[in-house]
């Protein structure tokens, strides 16, 4: 004898039926349970990862771009260094877009403000403009002007290799690379790899510029990097950040003014250069 439950069997308009035995329904659904998570899990783990994939081969893509603008750094300094009228670095766009469109200005003022109240002849507000080599993929950008490199990731900038600025001893020197483009094609896009050459190096040392007692230097540097210059002002013992005490001047405008601590002499240096990019 035993307690096991027996399915009941009824018999009735000539059909035979099998009641209160749910176990084989019970087997179904939990496969198809079973199934169902299988499916999402995989389908799941081969989403997000394809997303992985591609943003890391992104981020390692504007990796490699970056290390080749800290080449073409390197570059630029030697021709500061020594004068070398020549030099080339290869780039791989991986989908972005190489270009010497922008342009960036830096001035020496004897004012905080842009339109200086001096009656003197020896205000130099002199300005000399360059262009900027930028490559742009999506929300970052990569960007080499007047001597300096950045980094920008949407809103925020950082400069990755400051300039060759030098400041002791009440002497200044502020030396400019200043980039043209060589030809009318100005920009490369897509894929494959291109060659930034730089040639017909032209320097130039301005005159010595000094401040009289009873006033300040400054120096202004319009670009779409201002906040990174003016962190950089913070940073540097050479120059006082006074973007902040100027009326016509704030980072958010694309703007930094940086009072020149070292100003019994200050020197400017250019360094000219045509840019080319060739595939």
Same mark, same amino acid.
């Given at each position: #004898?035993?307690?096991?439950?027996?399915?009941?069997?009824?018999?009735?308009?000539?059909?035979?039926?099998?009641?209160?035995?749910?176990?084989?329904?019970?087997?179904?659904?939990?496969?198809?349970?079973?199934?169902?998570? /299988?499916?999402?899990?995989?389908?799941?783990?081969?989403?997000?990862?394809?997303?992985?994939?591609?943003?890391?081969?992104?981020?390692?893509?504007?990796?490699?771009?970056?290390?080749?603008? +800290? @080449?073409?750094?390197?570059?630029?300094?030697?021709?500061?260094?020594?004068?070398?009228?020549?030099?080339?670095?290869?780039?791989?766009?991986?989908?972005?877009?190489? &270009?010497?469109?922008?342009?960036?200005?830096?001035?020496?003022?004897?004012?905080?403000? $842009?339109?200086?109240?001096?009656?003197?002849?020896?205000?130099?507000?002199?300005?000399?403009?360059?262009?900027?080599?930028?490559?742009?993929?999506?929300?970052?950008?990569?960007?080499?002007?007047?001597?300096?490199?950045?980094?920008?990731?949407?809103?925020?900038?950082? #400069?990755?290799?400051?300039?060759?600025?030098?400041?002791?001893?009440?002497?200044?020197?502020?030396?400019?690379?200043?980039?043209?483009?060589?030809? $009318?094609?100005?920009?490369?896009?897509?894929?494959?790899? @291109?060659?930034?050459?730089?040639?017909?190096?032209?320097?130039?040392?301005?005159?010595?510029?000094?401040?009289? &007692?009873? +006033?300040?230097?400054?120096?202004?540097?319009? &670009?779409?990097?201002?906040? $990174?210059?003016?962190?950089?002002?913070?940073?540097?013992?050479?120059? +006082?950040?006074?973007?902040?005490?100027?009326?016509?001047?704030?980072?958010?405008?694309?703007?930094?003014? $940086?009072?020149?601590?070292?100003?019994?002499?200050?020197?400017?240096?250019?360094?000219?250069?045509? /840019?080319?990019?060739?595939?």
């Amino acid at each position: #004898m035993t307690d096991r439950r027996r399915p009941t069997v009824s018999i009735g308009a000539g059909e035979r039926t099998v009641a209160g035995d749910d176990r084989g329904v019970s087997d179904v659904v939990g496969y198809v349970l079973v199934f169902s998570l /299988v499916t999402v899990t995989i389908g799941t783990v081969f989403g997000v990862g394809i997303v992985g994939i591609e943003d890391r081969q992104e981020d390692e893509s504007v990796a490699n771009v970056e290390r080749a603008f +800290e @080449v073409f750094d390197d570059n630029m300094r030697d021709v500061q260094r020594y004068g070398d009228p020549s030099r080339s670095t290869e780039i791989r766009l991986a989908g972005g877009t190489l &270009s010497v469109t922008e342009t960036t200005a830096v001035t020496v003022r004897r004012s905080g403000d $842009a339109d200086p109240d001096v009656d003197d002849e020896r205000v130099p507000n002199a300005t000399w403009e360059s262009r900027t080599l930028t490559y742009a993929s999506g929300d970052t950008t990569v960007a080499y002007e007047s001597g300096a490199l950045f980094r920008r990731d949407g809103d925020a900038a950082v #400069m990755l290799s400051p300039p060759r600025f030098v400041a002791a001893d009440g002497r200044t020197t502020v030396p400019i690379v200043r980039l043209f483009a060589a030809d $009318a094609d100005r920009q490369a896009g897509g894929t494959g790899t @291109v060659q930034v050459t730089t040639t017909g190096l032209r320097s130039r040392t301005t005159r010595p510029v000094g401040a009289a &007692s009873d +006033e300040n230097l400054y120096l202004w540097v319009e &670009s779409e990097y201002a906040d $990174a210059w003016r962190r950089y002002f913070d940073r540097h013992d050479g120059f +006082e950040d006074a973007t902040d005490d100027s009326d016509d001047c704030a980072a958010a405008d694309g703007c930094a003014v $940086a009072r020149i601590v070292h100003d019994e002499t200050v020197y400017v240096q250019r360094y000219g250069l045509d /840019v080319a990019l060739r595939r």
